[in-house]
Nanobody
Framework: QVQLVESGGGLVQAGGSLRLSCVTS????????MGWFRQAPGKEREFVAG????????SYADSVKGRFTISRDNAKSTVYLQMNSLKPEDTAVYSC?????????????????WGQGTQVTVSS
């Protein structure tokens, strides 16, 4: 069973930065594509960023492009989300997800494993 544990969320003022981490158990992390999703109260879960197993293919939602950076360290079985220039509309629970193929997807249903999520709150 693959387990994902996020950390790094918190309360930050608009314009600030946070770095989320997601540690994944298991020895096959390097084979998994990873994604970050978020869900704000009363809204559907939405794709934020995705990264292929090799790290060579990366995609972002238009709303975060230029502000957020996804990266991975396969030696540490960890995927990161660096969030800069945060806005109040970025407030949400952020979850990482893993899929058992090498390329990421914007569709949450394509991910087999999920973390419990970490709260990010951006004050104005």
């Amino acid at each position: 069973q693959v387990q994902l544990v996020e950390s790094g969320g918190g309360l930050v003022q608009a314009g600030g930065s946070l770095r989320l981490s997601c540690v994944t158990s298991g020895r096959t992390f390097r084979n998994y594509a990873m994604g970050w999703f978020r869900q704000a109260p009363g809204k559907e879960r939405e794709f934020v960023a995705g990264i292929s197993s090799s790290g060579g293919d990366i995609s972002y939602a238009d709303s975060v492009k230029g502000r957020f950076t996804i990266s991975r360290d396969n030696a540490k079985s960890t995927v990161y989300l660096q969030m800069n220039s945060l806005k109040p509309e970025d407030t949400a629970v952020y979850s990482c997800a893993a899929r058992t193929v090498g390329y990421s997807s914007r569709y949450s249903g394509n991910y087999a494993y999920w973390g419990q999520g970490t709260q990010v709150t951006v004050s104005s």
